[in-house]
Each structure stands twice: as structure tokens, then as C-alpha cells.
């Protein structure tokens, strides 16, 4: 499996809305926790390291 880099999600505005919503009156440290929390439910559900390493290498690029 390769990480898709193109468009695909459904609903890229809904997505963002909800994820702003997520956030809307937290700390910068609550802020910080929900995305780390974020990261790791994502990465379980992607579950292969290789697709996972090469997202943090795009992420970071």
C-alpha cells in the first residue's frame, strides 16, 4: 500500500469544518493533545509503518 497524495476525501470541506469545530475553546495544550490523539486513532487505522513512515516524511518535507 502507497500513500495516496492526491485529493480523497468525500467531503474535504466538511472534514475541515469539523476539525476546526473540534478544536474551537481549547487550550493550546488541549489543542496539541486532541491532534496527538488525532494522529495516533489515524495511524492504528492506517496500520502499515511503511505508508505511515512516508506520510511524516511528506508531512515534514
Given at each position: 500500500?502507497?500513500?495516496?497524495?492526491?485529493?480523497?476525501?468525500?467531503a474535504?470541506?466538511?472534514?475541515?469544518?469539523?476539525?476546526?469545530?473540534?478544536?474551537?475553546?481549547?487550550?493550546?495544550?488541549?489543542?496539541?493533545a486532541?491532534?496527538?490523539?488525532?494522529?495516533?486513532?489515524?495511524?492504528?487505522?492506517?496500520?502499515?509503518?511503511?505508508?505511515?513512515?512516508?506520510?511524516l516524511?511528506?508531512?515534514?518535507?
Amino acid at each position: 500500500m502507497a500513500l495516496i497524495t492526491t485529493p480523497n476525501l468525500s467531503a474535504p470541506d466538511e472534514f475541515y469544518e469539523a476539525l476546526i469545530e473540534a478544536h474551537q475553546d481549547l487550550s493550546l495544550a488541549q489543542s496539541q493533545a486532541l491532534n496527538a490523539r488525532l494522529v495516533l486513532l489515524l495511524s492504528n487505522h492506517i496500520g502499515s509503518v511503511d505508508v505511515l513512515r512516508e506520510a511524516l516524511h511528506e508531512a515534514r518535507g
